[in-house]
């Protein structure tokens, strides 16, 4: 039981290039989420997905997208990488994200530098 | 909006202490509040949850507690060791909003020997 995976853990891009980053949870969980965390920002929420088929914006959607492939698995694409976009990337998980008997595990997180 | 806030931003105690992390929250309407323990350079590892209708939980040398009314959460750590240094986060998950969560910036604690 691997919980949350990511991929890949660093990534380097050049300003304008795109890249996915990858997640897969294990655990059956319905919603997954996906965010940023910056110093003196916290932890800010990109996109989700509460359930398979459906993705919802969050709070700093802007320059990303996202896909929810299947029940295990949903990934964030960055279209045109930009310097504010340099942030770590983590991916979160739970059974049901309206039952309060659930907890959120995350990823270990892909730290992404735009130069 | 929901606010987290938790003070203080950073703390530092010798060994052995017990010491206490406050989070508040400005809106009470939540399904539930979570306590997060994260590493330089990790991602949040779960410490515990207490869910709308409860008012602690515990494990082990933690303790957190939950006054949903007053917009207070606070996690008791006991008998402070050097390996519990690290940064806690509490989160919120809201009930008014899709039951997305909201996170604090975090207490950086450190435990020294």
């Known amino acids: 039981n691997a919980g949350v995976t990511q991929t890949p853990k660093f990534q380097v891009l050049k300003t304008g290039q795109s890249m996915t980053l990858q997640c897969a949870q294990d655990m059956n969980h319905n919603s997954m989420y996906w965010y940023r965390q910056d110093p003196g920002m916290g932890l800010r929420l990109i996109y989700y997905?509460?359930?398979?088929?459906?993705?919802d914006k969050g709070e700093v959607p802007n320059g990303y997208n996202v896909s929810r492939l299947n029940k295990r698995e949903f990934s964030l694409r960055l279209e045109s990488a930009a310097p504010s976009q340099t942030s770590v990337y983590f991916c979160a998980s739970t059974q049901n994200e309206r039952d309060s008997s659930y907890e959120q595990y995350f990823g270990p997180g892909t730290r992404l530098t735009v130069t | 909006k929901q606010e987290v806030t938790q003070i203080p931003a950073a703390l530092s105690v010798p060994e052995g202490e017990n010491l206490v992390l406050n989070c508040s929250f400005t809106?009470?309407?939540?399904?539930?509040l979570q306590w997060f323990r994260q590493d330089p350079g990790k991602g949040l590892t779960s410490l515990l949850l207490?869910?709308?209708?409860?008012r602690e939980q515990t494990s082990g040398r933690l303790n957190a507690s939950l006054d949903k009314s007053s917009g207070r959460s606070t996690l008791y750590i006991a008998a402070s060791q050097p390996g519990d240094s690290a940064t806690y986060l509490c989160a919120v998950r809201e009930s008014t909003n899709a039951g997305k969560s909201t996170f604090g910036d975090g207490t950086t604690l450190t435990v020294k020997p």
């Open positions: 207490i869910q709308s209708s409860q």
């Open positions: 997905s509460a359930s398979e088929g459906t993705t």
């Open positions: 809106d009470s309407a939540i399904y539930n």
